[in-house]
């Protein structure tokens, strides 16, 4: 397994939720990157991916390539799990 991505800001009203997801995804031992859109080294690792509104949620496997995403919501515990065990 890879990383899990997650881009919020501020302002967003739903990237608590999105945050909180992550903390759970750590606590089972998955890996999680998260990236605030408004630094520097968050606006450019959004680019890469093409972010364009928050929060945005990014599975990739080993290799960076991207298995699955939600932009502009969030994904339960339950779709995060179903991408990482297909893989």
Sequence with gaps: MGYIKIFTKSECPKCPAAK??????QREGL???YYDLETPDGLAEAAFY????????IVE??????LAGWRGSVPTIQEIHGVIRAQ
């Design 31 to 33: 890996r999680v990157l």
């Design 61 to 66: 496997d080993e290799d960076e390539r991207v």
């Design 20 to 25: 909180e997801i992550g903390g759970v995804l």
């Design 50 to 57: 093409s972010v364009l509104s928050t929060p945005t949620i």
